[in-house]
C-alpha cells in the first residue's frame, strides 16, 4: 500500500510523484508492440499462479475450483502489477527507472532515503 499511495498521491512537498512523467503514456519507442511484449514477460512473474497448482490436489472439487482459482490470482496480480508500474512512474520518468532495483532508487532519487532503504530491505526478504 506505501508503494502505491507514494506514487499516486498528489504533489506536494512530501509528495514526489509527477503525474507529468504520464505524458507519453505509452512511450513512442515501445508502442503497443512494446506494451504487448511486456505484458507477455510479467506473465511469469506471478507469485501465486503457481501456488494455485500445486494446490489444486487438495481441494474439494478441482474441476470447479482451480480455473476459478487461477483466474482471481491473474486477476488480482495484474491489478497490483499495474497499481505498482503507475506508482514507479509517476515517482521517476521512465527512462530513469533502475531495471535492478526500481522502487529504492526512486525514492532515493526523490530524496526519500528511508523509503530507499526500507524498499531495498523488502526486496531483499
Do not use: H
Amino acid at each position: 500500500g506505501f508503494l502505491l499511495a507514494s506514487g499516486v498521491l498528489p504533489n506536494s512537498e512530501d509528495v514526489p510523484a509527477s503525474f507529468s512523467n504520464w505524458d507519453p503514456f505509452i512511450p513512442p519507442e515501445f508502442g503497443p508492440k512494446g506494451v504487448v511484449e511486456g505484458a507477455s514477460i510479467i506473465f511469469f512473474a506471478y507469485i501465486g499462479f503457481d501456488q494455485v497448482c500445486n494446490l489444486s490436489g487438495e481441494v474439494k472439487n478441482p474441476v470447479k475450483d482451480v480455473p476459478r482459482a487461477v483466474m482471481y490470482t491473474l486477476m488480482i496480480d495484474t491489478v497490483i502489477y499495474m497499481l505498482a508500474a503507475l506508482a514507479l512512474t509517476a515517482l521517476l520518468p521512465y527512462e530513469q527507472i533502475s531495471t535492478v532495483s526500481g522502487f529504492p532508487e526512486a525514492f532515493g532519487a526523490n530524496g526519500w532515503i528511508w523509503a530507499e532503504r526500507l524498499t531495498a530491505i523488502g526486496e531483499i526478504l
